[in-house]
């Protein structure tokens, strides 16, 4: 079976950077498109950026020109480059990977916490 792990959380000051890397493991033969959401308490989760088979793009509108995701498919890992982080960034991140047939798969999560 599919499994995703999640890695590169933790506390960051404001206007700081941190890489979160997604690695999956198993019978991932082909995908549809990789991605990362977050939620915040008390709030619905929310699509930050999303990288499909093809290299195309999309962004969240509060996180264009700060957050840059990437993927290397050789060892089905995919990141998620965070710069210039600010505190309404805080939330626990889960990394996605979608199947050419839809299936979608979601890691554990990894709390990201921005404050002075």
């Known amino acids: 079976q599919v499994q995703l792990v999640e890695s590169g959380g933790g506390l960051v000051q404001p206007g700081g950077s941190l890489r979160l890397s997604c690695a999956g493991s198993?019978?991932?033969?082909?995908?549809?498109?990789m991605g990362w959401y977050r939620q915040a308490p008390g709030k619905q989760h929310e699509l930050v950026a999303r990288?499909?088979?093809?290299?195309?793009?999309n962004y969240a509108d509060s996180v264009k020109g700060r957050f840059t995701i990437s993927k290397d498919n050789a060892k089905n890992t995919w990141y998620l480059q965070m710069n210039s982080l600010k505190p309404e960034d805080t939330a626990v991140y889960y990394c996605?990977?979608?199947?050419?047939?839809?299936?979608?798969?979601w890691g554990q999560g990894t709390q990201v916490t921005v404050s002075s």
């Open positions: 990288i499909t088979s093809g290299g195309s793009t």
């Open positions: 198993g019978a991932i033969f082909s995908f549809d498109a």
């Open positions: 996605e990977l979608i199947t050419l047939k839809g299936r979608e798969y």
